[in-house]
């Protein structure tokens, strides 16, 4: 597992474009028969993948000092590639494309598995610590509710912005109060209308969350300009299809893309309020 540390920003002003990439972005991600994981500081997260060609098996490590890795922890599962199941403590779910997955604290064997290992699920995590035990369901966007499949409710399901604007896009929430409920992590993906780039336009910090964006549905030529740093301070990273990004709390969290373009954002902190936000007017930014 790879640590990363919390970073000041007084100092991220003063970061080279190469340094800015090497703190708060994670690369490949998705790698064949291998899971993946980058522990954050910053309120503890941990961001990661599971690309099953034979079934993998989530453990702990050493960096958590816990007997089994949901000891302390909840997670969510959002799979972006071809069919598979997670199972965890002997019970198989199925993911297809899309499709998402809450697993509460306390679950102490959790494997991965794809149904053709030539084609195998494409499982993106995201962990937090946790302090209460929720139950484990399936995510589903579209379908029937039934016993340990939520379907996300039209009111999680938020058409924003406009193609005038260049910021057309649908989100929907999968992980948060009333739907899933978890400990701390809030969870959803936000799809962008073709002819649209922008995400999140005006941008917002959030004091009490971070937040982790992947970015995905892109082609091989594509990319996203990320932009992050204090409002006054803005930076940004240059992202290809299939990576994660760091945000701290103090910093904006927007990008603009060569084409349209999906991602799963996840948010771990102080409270599950999707709408505690600080919007930042667009005359603002620097």
């Known amino acids: 597992m790879e640590l990363r540390t919390a970073s000041s920003p007084k100092d991220v002003k003063y970061y080279t474009t190469e340094r800015l990439r090497e703190e708060f972005l994670i690369q490949d991600l998705f790698v064949p028969g291998e899971i993946k994981l980058v522990y954050s500081h910053i309120d503890r997260i941990i961001t990661g993948a599971a690309v099953p060609v034979e079934p993998l098996k989530l453990t702990a490590g050493d960096e958590l000092r816990a007997e089994y890795f949901l000891q302390r922890r909840e997670m969510g599962v959002i799979n972006i590639g071809a069919p598979g199941r997670v199972v965890a403590d002997g019970k198989a779910y199925t993911l297809g494309y899309k499709e998402g997955m809450y697993i509460g604290m306390g679950v102490k064997d ?143 969290h927007a990008g603009s893309g060569s084409k349209a373009y999906t991602f799963i954002w996840g948010m771990v902190g102080e409270n599950q309020a999707f709408d505690d936000m600080d919007g930042v007017a667009m005359k603002d930014l620097m």
């Open 110 to 252: 959790i494997v991965f598995e794809s149904e053709d290992k030539e084609n195998p699920a494409k499982f993106y995590l995201n962990s937090a610590p946790a302090h209460k035990s929720y139950p484990t369901v399936v995510i589903k966007p579209e379908g029937t509710p039934e016993d340990g499949v939520v379907i996300v409710k039209d009111e999680n399901k938020v058409e924003l912005g406009s193609l005038e604007d260049s910021n057309h896009r649908v989100i929907c929430k999968y992980i948060l109060p009333g739907q899933v409920e978890s400990c701390q992590l809030v969870m959803g993906m936000t799809q962008l209308k073709p002819g649209s780039v922008w995400n999140t336009m005006p941008c917002h910090t959030h004091d009490r969350r971070m937040e982790v964006y992947l970015y995905f549905e892109m082609g091989e030529n594509d990319f996203v300009m990320h932009y992050m740093g204090e409002p006054t301070q803005t930076r940004h990273i240059v992202m290809r299809n299939e990576e994660a990004v760091i945000s701290p709390s103090w910093s904006i």
